[in-house]
């Protein structure tokens, strides 16, 4: 989501985070999903660096007992 503030994907990933949890899975009793986010700045070189923060976040929300949303601003 390039031109998206970041508040905007916090809210995509938590419509994503609650339809998957939502969603029947019988094989499984249920399933959750972790999402981590994080914005672009005018310092990142390449989307790389921004990926490492988005997972960097992903562990923060695995971290928090799962199944949520953290961005990672650092």
Request: aromatic share 2%; with cysteine.
């Amino acid at each position: 989501m390039p031109a998206a503030q970041e508040g905007d994907a916090v809210l995509v990933a938590e419509k994503i985070r609650a339809t998957i949890e939502g969603t029947p899975a019988p094989e499984v009793n249920r399933m959750t999903v972790s999402i981590g986010t994080a914005q672009a700045r005018p310092d990142d070189n390449n989307g790389e660096s921004v990926i490492k923060r988005a997972d960097q976040g992903l562990y923060l929300a695995k971290g928090a007992g799962r199944n949520c949303i953290k961005s990672c601003v650092d």
